[in-house]
């Protein structure tokens, strides 16, 4: 029996759906397709009602996407690689960087790379967003089972052809608003979202011709458009010129080295002939359209394609492409939605050697707002200064990228607060503030204490840190022996650190009050 795959692409102006056909040998084909338009308050809702009423798109399950402007995106560096523990620490790590409270946002993640630890590229939504939707299309009988981030289902599919070396960029060019995916050796680097869609050249051609939009439209798409190239050019002129600007801005910070190889376009705004040739003349390099049935080598039902518009239907093919598609991508309706963990767990990266900060941090501990630091990295990536990079990861090697030394610091603390805040009253985060503070005073400033994880479970105690030498390990153990508020402390699994330092495991458990 075959089995039905619908991907649901929902834009301003219309809702696209591709059902897909798989075969039990596994040959996969498009069964269906629609285009419906999208227009009023209540049009996406009268949309899906229509497309309900359409016996062959009554399936069990749908894969769908949201806009990009839904979401918050961080480039995140951590020092592990199990994907658990990821998923515990995230939430704190982001907690402060993004704009809504960290309780009430769904994250998901992608790894770009696990050299030294883990480099991550998050994503975080607010879960109002995700519920909304998933509410929405279940009231006409469509269970969401992917809600993905929207043109990455489709640079996913580019991914599985473009040149491993080569660095990609895709725009998806909606009616209103463009989504770019920068891509490379099959890895998210990162997306963007742009205010400019096809609406921006329709409104141009149909000012400069005192035409109606609607007449606009279609001059548009048959490429009538001579008497108005100048408004047009006008109008593309900003979008090109934020482009350049957003790249260069990831150059500044060492997210890419180089303008791309090759932009890709897909979307209903791209349906402007010479919008490829335009951007291409901007910024230097090749512009290719997409089609996604050519790249994943399959064709509507009976084998033709007549009526199918690859640009328009692209976003909705690789949605339903996606429970197939090897390439990365998110999901906030499984896999993804991270919360905070129940055991309290902290992963830190606390270098304990810089007596300001274990100044700063003392404090806090003893004052009465008691705080906890988890120092985050606050760097604002799109402000980087390469000059001050060296100097701050000097005295602070945890961070990876760098804006202003003191406001960092700050943010970082603010975090503490926060966090402190969240963990104020419970036994784990008492006992959590105790360990950091007799770690910050009791352990000899020559260890080089570099903290990066912390885990309380009830009485029992997990660290995992770093150390100069064998030596300062040791040395750790009987400080926090000393001080006769731990049991059974033990140092264990010592080993090779970064950079020519010793790791180690320290398991401890607090001593019970007489």
Known sequence: MAKYILGLDV???SLKAVLLEAGLRGGMRI???????IAGAAGLREALRRLQEIPIFAVPSCHTALAARHFSFRNVKLPFKDRK?????LPFELDGQIPHPVESVLIDFTVLGQEQGSDLFTAVIPRADVDERVSLLSDYAFDAETIDVEAVPVA????TTAPTDSLNLLLDVGASETTGVLFRDGRILQVRSFPFGGDHITQALAGALGIPFADAEGRKRRGDTGLADAEITEACGKFFASLKNTIGSLRIAGIVREDPDTVWLTGGGALYRRLADDLSR??????ERVNVTQLAGIKPVGGSDAGW????MNGALALALR???????????QGGGLRRPVSFKLDLGIDLKWAGAVTALVILLAGADLTLSHWADKARLDQLKAEAAALVQQNFPDVQRVVDPARQFRARIDDAKRLAAATRGTTSGDAALLVLKDLSEKVPETAELLLTSLVLDGDRIEIRAEVSTPEAAESVRKALEATGRYAGV???????GQGGRVAFELKAAMARKP
């Open 11 to 13: 834009g301003k102006s």
């Open 31 to 37: 069964a269906a397709w629609e285009k419906v338009d």
């Open 85 to 89: 523990k990821i998923a515990q620490t």
């Open 156 to 159: 996913a599919r580019l991914m």
């Open 282 to 287: 901007a910024l230097g390099v090749p512009v």
């Open 309 to 312: 518009d690859s640009m328009i």
């Open 323 to 333: 429970p197939v598609s090897k390439g990365p991508g998110f999901n906030f309706r």
């Open 490 to 496: 033990a140092v264990s699994s010592p080993g090779a």
